[in-house]
């Protein structure tokens, strides 16, 4: 072995992109930066305002000026930098139901700008995902659409986009998490489709982001008998190697997905996981959404020096890795000098993102009582799916909040599967009742409560904020995310008010 002990710890601290709790650097962190750290990434968890952002990185450059600051911020229902208030963008099926590729390429942009100016360089976005099953439990919205070319030039759209404004793109989850109908967060998915079918739809959108110059690949905890029939992607050489780099032709960074999801720790351990995800051809691990201490990132480096000593991985594929998170490490440096870096969010949300939610926002009339605008104050009803572990428990969603801005004195009643009552509009008391749903074609305890609310109340609006597989009432206005720019938009339909500044 050529390497010291020493610089096989440096290698292996180098290919780790950890996460911590709180919003300033820990000292464990500020200490393993100067060791050899190369990237960390930011949750809700680190994010308070821009400002603080700003701070947090600026901190962390003060240990390694080249160090990755990593983000998972896809502007729609899956948002890090808006957390607390929800994203002031509309997402990828929004900007995919509108199918214009400008308009995409600028609200990646906007984000770019909002990003740099809080100093992060890495964005695990676009979501590459092709929504081919309506049904899927964990992108849905996250996708541009059902449709593979329609997602590949969205992707294109939105990797130029932000990367034009100096953050490095990553296009996920390689080679595909659309057709899957279990969360890898939980279980390991199964993709079935023949290798026609993957290089017809699946892949497609990966071929453009690369062909576009995207700067990292996400791979997928999914099972692709076609591509290799034994294990998941990140731990796949066939999959990272065979078809990732040689047949597509990437030279990038690749990233794992967080390490701790169970469809590959459940089955190989935490440290198998790292150690065969580096064997296979990757060279980041994401990990620290769950495990965020100094504990488990030593366990890690550690767990890399020792698969070397022992030859479960080569030292020319560590030090390729490290080599290849050092090489996005520079391209962020040059881009952020590069500049302009965009002007710091002012917390009154894109105006590019209203707009592109607005253009999102579809109405289905099928005749009965129901009339927009509303006129007055109404009640709304909001029915609460379970938790989507991508998207977050406390991301603040919905169309009440900003309706009551633009009608005041409107009411808000929420419920969840565990607690609907029989008549879920009997608190409207003769106002206009607007019923909010989520995905309700996948909720069959809310599709029976949105018909009772129908059966009693024949003139309520429905709005669905997720995947509109099931169009319901006499009005029903689809938003196509469930953001707070799609929340906004929806309202002003509702209402017939136009907000025009401060929202």
């Not at 600051?69 to 502007?75: P, Q, S």
Request: hydrophobic share 45%; proline share 6%.
């Amino acid at each position: 072995m050529s390497a010291s002990n020493g610089n096989l710890a440096a290698l292996a601290t180098a290919v780790l992109q950890p996460g911590f709790v709180g919003t300033v650097p820990p000292d464990w962190v500020r200490r393993w930066l100067g060791d050899g750290l190369g990237s960390v990434v930011l949750f809700s968890r680190n994010v308070v305002d821009p400002e603080q952002v700003s701070a947090l990185t600026a901190a962390l450059r003060a240990e390694r000026p080249d160090v990755i600051v990593a983000i998972d911020e896809e502007a729609g229902d899956v948002t890090r930098i808006e957390s607390v208030r929800g994203s002031s963008r509309p997402g990828n099926l929004a900007l995919g139901i509108v199918d214009d590729p400008a308009l995409t390429e600028e609200v990646a942009r906007d984000l770019g700008a909002e990003l740099a100016a809080a100093g992060v360089t890495l964005n695990y976005a676009p979501d590459a995902d092709v929504n081919s099953n309506p049904d899927n439990p964990v992108i849905g919205v996250r996708s541009f659409g059902a449709d593979a070319a329609l997602v590949a030039r969205h992707t294109t759209a939105w990797v130029r986009g932000l990367q034009s404004s100096g953050v490095a793109a990553c296009a996920k989850h390689f080679p595909g998490h659309g057709d899957t109908h279990v969360d890898s967060h939980h279980d390991l998915p199964r993709i079935t489709a023949d290798r026609a079918r993957l290089d017809a739809v699946e892949l497609a959108p990966f071929r453009a982001a690369v062909a576009a110059g995207v700067q990292a690949v996400m791979t997928g905890h999914l099972l692709v008998p076609a591509l290799d029939p034994h294990l998941p992607a990140t731990l796949s050489s066939r999959i990272l190697g065979g078809l990732l780099r040689e047949e597509l032709g990437f030279s990038g960074v690749v990233v794992t997905d967080g390490i701790e999801m169970q469809a590959v720790a459940g089955r190989y351990g935490l440290a198998g996981a790292v150690v065969r995800a580096l064997a296979a051809g990757a060279d980041a691990i994401c990990v620290g959404g769950e495990h965020a201490d100094e504990q488990t990132v030593r366990h890690l480096r550690d767990a890399i020096v020792a698969a070397v000593v022992t030859g479960d991985l080569p030292e020319e594929r560590l030090a390729e890795a490290a080599k290849r998170v050092g090489q996005l490490a520079a391209w962020t440096v040059a881009a952020r000098a590069a500049g302009p870096l965009g002007d710091p969010a002012d917390g009154t949300g894109s105006a590019v993102g209203l707009h592109a939610a607005r253009r999102a926002v579809r109405i289905t009339r099928t005749g009965g009582e129901a009339a927009l605008p509303l006129g007055r104050a109404a009640h709304v009803v909001e029915f609460a799916p379970p938790h989507n572990i991508a998207i977050g428990a406390d991301t603040p969603w919905g169309v009440a909040a900003p309706l009551a801005e633009l009608l005041p004195g409107t009411t808000v009643a929420r419920y969840t599967e565990a607690a609907t009552p029989a008549d879920p509009g009997a608190d409207a008391a003769g106002r206009p009742l607007v019923l909010v749903v989520r995905d309700l074609h996948r909720h069959t305890w809310m599709r029976a409560a949105v018909d009772r609310a129908l059966t009693a109340r024949p003139d309520a609006v429905v709005v669905e904020l997720g995947v509109p597989a099931l169009v319901t009432g006499p009005v029903h206005i689809a938003t196509h995310g469930a953001t707070r720019a799609a929340g906004r938009a929806a309202a002003e339909v509702l209402s017939g008010v136009t907000v025009t500044s401060g929202w």
